[in-house]
């Protein structure tokens, strides 16, 4: 590892200099993981592309690229025991993640067919791939999903789905264990049937062909985002809860999950899952964890529960590794996934936040994952990893001795210039647009520290600062889970009245409302504003519609009254566009 790290500072100068001036250069690296994670399935990209992301990794001082190679959006990697995988799950019909899956097209095609759109690696170019990030130090890290989203295999063998039970008791006898293989209809989800021996015989057989091209110690499972709505209801996962004496569905799941690690371990392999695996939505408790990795993704609290368990971790919490989300003003930037993580914030991430010095001896490392829902090209791809992968490179290189954050802006936006004069699409990080500008400091308005009374509560999962968050002077971010955007959801959610204390001449109120389809987050359908000077008799200044818009990207309006009135109290109604739809809004401003 050392001999690795000493020739990467070596060989590429640029950073290499400076790199030798930093008082930890000669030391070893911080982490033994530093990762890049691309998926492939959603969209797929050429064996030549991540030739030439392994160039720029490398220099970065990453040294594992795992690749997502199976999802929904279309299975990657050549498998000989079952040929037709990549010659019908490889190709869809439509290029465009949110008309194929969003508005629920989710149709494949065949590699025949001339409008089909996808690809497959062979194993001979995956074979070469692997010599190639060897040579420059970097392992490629194969994920193969399961038990959930697995939609692409399912479509082509959906004997691997759950047997429902009525269709097992209307046959007449002779039903096995293995009974996944004679149903006629599997309930439509993208799930395996985690209890199917049939299943366990699929994933083996492909994990065989995995680790034969793979030499790398861990390969990963995925295991994240089981939906399980077929689990309860299957013939074959009900036997097997009865074996297992438990009535949660969850502990398929685990009980599932544990015979693919195992068989993983018993190739002499090491097997990474993502953080489900040691605490799922219901619950589950999970066993096969020694010298086993889990991969962090939805909190930093999972590391502490997956190394009490005995798993190393891998940190790649959402809120600061994503590299799907917008790392700039949402309003400005090509559509992204809802989340906001700028370089500045992957930079601070503190992988070993919240554990004891003895906790963090299992923390493996760092890795930034590129999720590619919305990432359709090669080129908007390196949009999104550079520079932000050089910063998740810091982390794991230096971890908490970090250079500070001036120099290191500095060095990213030279390497953006750099990569640049070499052909590839970096964001213009020196060009950041930044924060919202109304979020940097409290604006004084006249309504500023008057009482809200609720009629409608705010939703406790984002209370902001609770009943001072809309007149406390603090606006959001571009973020709604910041701290400042205060949410409301379902029906008739928005109704508050503010006191202002006295009655005041006003000339404006205005409030503003974020939307972001992709988080569920619409503009109110309706607003209201209605004034009082006695707190009793009320009359309405303004009513407003928006239309429902779903533009998955993130945006922002303002609502706003201008005349001149006088008022004490102003009630604000507004209505949701539907059933589990919410309303943000950080402020109202009264001048
Ligand atoms: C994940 O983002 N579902 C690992
Ligand atoms: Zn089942």
Not at 446 to 475: E, I, S
Not at 485 to 513: E, H, K, Y
Not at 525 to 554: A, H, W
Request: glycine share 8%; proline share 5%; with cysteine.
């Amino acid at each position: 590892m050392l001999k690795k790290f000493v020739l990467f500072l070596l060989t590429f100068s640029c950073l290499a200099v400076k790199a030798t001036t930093d008082t930890t250069a000669k030391e070893e690296p911080a982490y033994e993981w530093r990762g890049c994670m691309i998926d492939v399935s959603r969209h797929f990209f050429s064996i030549e592309f991540l030739q030439r992301q392994v160039d720029v990794l490398s220099r970065m001082g990453i040294n594992r690229l795992h690749l997502h190679l199976v999802d929904a959006g279309g299975w990657r990697m050549e498998i000989k025991a079952y040929p037709e995988l990549t010659r019908r799950a490889a190709w869809r019909t439509e290029s465009d993640w949110r008309k194929w899956w969003e508005g629920g097209m989710r149709t494949y095609s065949e590699e025949t067919d001339p409008k089909a759109y996808g690809g497959y690696y062979t194993q001979e170019q995956l074979r070469n791939l692997v010599r190639y990030a060897s040579d420059r130090g970097i392992t490629i890290v194969p994920e193969i999903e399961m038990p959930g989203h697995s939609e692409e295999v399912l479509e082509l063998y959906p004997d691997l789905r759950c047997t429902p039970v009525v269709e097992v008791l209307e046959q007449e006898n002779g039903h096995t264990y293995d009974d996944c293989l004679q149903a006629p209809e599997r309930p439509n989800t993208g799930d395996y049937c985690p209890s199917s021996k049939q299943v366990e015989h699929f994933l083996k057989t492909v994990l065989d062909e995995v680790m034969d091209v793979f030499p790398s110690e861990y390969i990963h499972l995925g295991g994240d985002e089981a939906g399980k709505a077929a689990w309860s209801k299957c013939y074959t996962c009900q036997k097997r809860m009865e074996q297992l004496g438990t009535e949660n569905v969850g502990e398929l799941q685990a009980d599932f999950m544990n015979r693919m690690i195992a068989y993983v371990n018993s190739k002499g392999r090491r097997a990474i899952c993502w953080d489900e695996v040691i605490m799922d939505d219901t619950g589950n408790s999970q066993t096969a964890a020694k010298g086993n990795a889990v991969m962090v993704w939805r909190e930093l609290k999972y590391a502490k529960k997956a190394i009490a368990k005995g798993y190393d971790v891998i940190m790649s919490p959402c809120s600061y590794c994503y590299l799907d989300y917008y790392q700039d003003a949402p309003p400005y930037q090509p559509l992204a996934a809802g989340g906001y993580v700028t370089l500045k914030k992957i930079y601070f991430l503190d992988p070993t936040e919240g554990l004891t010095p003895q906790e963090q001896k299992h923390v493996l490392g760092v890795q930034g994952n590129l999720w590619t829902e919305y990432v359709e090209t090669e080129s908007h791809a390196e949009y999104m990893l550079y520079p932000r992968m050089f910063a998740v490179a810091q982390v794991g290189l230096y971890g908490n001795n970090r250079k500070p954050w001036a120099k290191f802006l500095k060095q990213a936006c030279s390497e953006v210039k750099r990569l640049k004069k070499k052909g590839y699409n970096p964001f213009d990080q020196a060009n950041a647009f930044g924060e919202r500008k109304e979020s940097i400091e409290p604006h004084p308005h006249l309504a500023m520290g008057a009482k809200v009374t609720y009629a409608q509560p705010y939703n406790p999962k984002y209370p902001a600062a609770g009943v001072a968050t809309l007149t406390d002077g603090w606006r959001g971010s571009w973020q709604h889970g910041d701290g400042r955007w205060q949410g409301f959801v379902t029906g008739n959610c928005l109704d508050f009245t503010i006191d202002m204390g006295a009655v005041r001449p006003i000339t404006q109120i205005s409030m503003d409302f974020m939307q972001n389809s992709s988080a569920w987050i619409y503009l109110p359908q309706t607003v209201c504003f209605q004034i009082s000077t006695d707190g009793k008799e009320f009359r309405k200044i303004l009513e407003e519609e928006n239309p429902r818009e779903v533009t998955g990207g993130v945006d922002f309006k303002k609502t706003l009254w201008q005349g001149s009135d006088k008022a004490r109290f102003i009630r604000v109604t507004g209505t949701s566009t539907g059933e589990g739809e919410w309303i943000f809004t950080d402020e109202i401003v009264v001048e």
